[in-house]
Structures are given as C-alpha cells and as structure tokens.
C-alpha cells in the first residue's frame, strides 16, 4: 500500500521524441543561449520566435518545443551530430538561416559571450555554411 501511495507522488517522466532536423535546431538554440551560463528571458523569447516562425507554430508550441529541446539539450552529447542532422537534412538557404538563428538567439541579450561565439562558428562550419559573424552581419 505504502508503494501505491508513494507512486502517486513520483514524477513520471515522458520518452523524449526521436530527434529530427527542427528539434536539432531547437536544441542548437538552446545550447547556444546557454552557453555563457546566463539563459535570460530574452533568449528564450528569441527562441520561441524563432520556433513560432520557422515551423509556423503558435505560441504555446513554440514554448512546448523549447521546452523538449531543453530536455534534450541535456540528453544528447554533441553539437556535431546536430548539426550533421540538419546539414544532412535541409538545403543550402535553411542551414544558413539557422546559423543565423544561432546568432540572433546569442545577440537577443544585447551582447554575445565568447563561449556563445565558439558554438556559432563551430556549428556553422558543421552546417557548411562558414562565414556567419556571431556578432553581427554574415562574413565574406
């Protein structure tokens, strides 16, 4: 009886869904905002956005979305595989919009720490898509 009781209280974690080339994105945004150590409002606002808009979510999806990636953001190990998904998965134009993603979720509070940098260039080379600024306009 005591066991029943006790697992009224339990938490009962959902499996996380198999990952595609929008929730690698998702969890890129994630990391990226996370990676000064300082997940501000701002940046998860800019994610949503982002979400809302690239995958023509309203706003409670957009967070729910945000919200798994979070979870998988602390599930999955690499930065390369995700952007191998996505490089692997999506033409030319949407893996240069998506390291410009990375970049607008970095700027969101204003400012972009070099750890924030570091995964930017990082990922967009992996997307093959070199030459995004991670503090600013598109590189030569």
Sequence with gaps: MLERLTALFRHHEEPLPPL????ALGVLLVRVAQADHVY????????????????????????????????LSK???DEEAL????????????RIAAAQALRDVAMAD??????????IEHVAD???VSGVDPDGAKRP
């Design 126 to 128: 992996r997307l093959g």
């Design 40 to 71: 501000r409002v701002e940046e998860i606002a800019r994610i949503d956005e982002i979400l809302a808009a690239g995958l023509d979510l309203n706003p409670v999806e957009a967070a729910r979305m945000r919200a798994t990636c979070e979870k």
């Design 83 to 94: 952007a191998a998904l996505i490089r692997d998965s999506v033409p030319e134009a949407k």
């Design 20 to 23: 595609d080339e929008n929730l």
């Design 75 to 77: 599930a999955l190990a």
């Design 110 to 119: 204003g400012s972009t720490a070099e750890a924030q940098a570091d995964i």
